[in-house]
């Protein structure tokens, strides 16, 4: 092995999820501990407080589940916010909804997306310098504070997991603000982390999204080098008529420009709750 190649891992419980390569950055900001990490087989990753974010290869298997499965369910979308996002890669994706004439992208720690527009230009690329671009820097929670009633018409929670800046992003409190500000026919797309490595984080997102919105589902598919591999995210809204039926009228050029995401991996992804996750949130329900 070369002198400069090393190995990281992210350690939870008792596995650990490793990638080798030479270590490009390692910088510790006001809020966590950012990582860069060149590897052969993945490209660039990036890693926050010792979890992997994402890489050049398996970011769109992250992205587009996110993005799409929300915007391609409305058929014309005006303003958008990203909540988090600071590698570019949601922003991308959001970008190439043509109709879209505003998007806020808050995040909390400007160096993330300083070393993501150096070090992971495969992700973000030249999205940053879209003029339909603001970005704020900024705690997403006091950000919904201060919007107005029925506001955005979409509005993507991608954050990192649970952390002492980033728990309020789970909250119900938060989510109730997200309600607010969407339009009456919004939606909410957030990462609803790992129903095996995550289980009770991410059976409280589904609850707690639930019991505020009129309806939700969740999506199970692949990031391959995220603790257990397998991911979620949630959707919810005040829309009940046709939630999650793709109405976007460039729906086709966009299942083109994906590497993962097509609307037949959509309709599967979205049946396939573990049923072990079905059976807790069945006996939750029962209880309440």
């Excluded at 990582?35 to 290869?57: H, P, Q, V």
């Excluded at 230009?121 to 919007?147: A, E, H, Y």
């Excluded at 997102?205 to 990031?223: D, E, G, H, P």
Aim: hydrophobic fraction near 35%; charge should be neutral.
């Amino acid at each position: 092995m070369n002198n400069d190649q090393i190995w990281i891992d992210e350690n939870h419980k008792d596995s650990r999820y490793g990638l080798k390569g030479k270590l490009v950055v390692r910088k510790k900001t006001a809020y966590q501990e950012i990582i860069i990490l060149k590897t052969f087989e993945y490209g660039n990753a990036l890693m926050l407080d010792g979890c992997w974010m994402t890489s050049d290869r398996d970011e769109k298997y992250y992205h587009e589940c996110l993005v799409h499965p929300a915007l391609s369910n409305l058929s014309k979308i005006n303003t958008v916010l990203i909540i988090g996002g600071g590698d570019g890669g949601t922003l991308r994706e959001c970008l190439k909804y043509k109709d879209i004439t505003a998007i806020d992208l808050v995040e909390i720690d400007e160096e993330v997306i300083n070393l993501s527009k150096h070090f992971l230009k495969k992700v973000g690329g030249n999205s940053w310098l879209d003029k339909r671009l603001k970005i704020n820097i900024c705690d997403g929670c006091k950000w919904v504070k201060n919007i107005k009633n029925n506001y955005y018409d979409a509005i993507l929670i991608d954050c990192s997991d649970p952390s002492d800046f980033a728990n309020g992003l789970f909250s119900t409190d938060f989510y109730k603000e997200c309600k607010r500000i969407l339009k009456e026919k919004g939606i909410l797309a957030t990462q609803s982390e790992s129903p095996e490595s995550f289980k009770k984080i991410h059976i409280e997102i589904i609850q707690s999204l639930k019991s505020i919105f009129k309806t939700s589902s969740t999506m199970y598919a692949f990031v391959p080098f995220y603790p257990s591999g397998i991911w979620s995210w949630t959707f919810a809204s005040n829309n009940e008529k046709d939630f999650l039926i793709p109405k976007h009228n460039q729906i086709k050029s966009i299942e083109n420009s994906c590497d993962v995401w097509n609307l037949n991996y959509q309709e599967g992804a979205l049946k396939m709750i573990p049923n072990k996750i079905l059976k807790e949130l069945f006996k939750q329900n029962t209880n309440d």
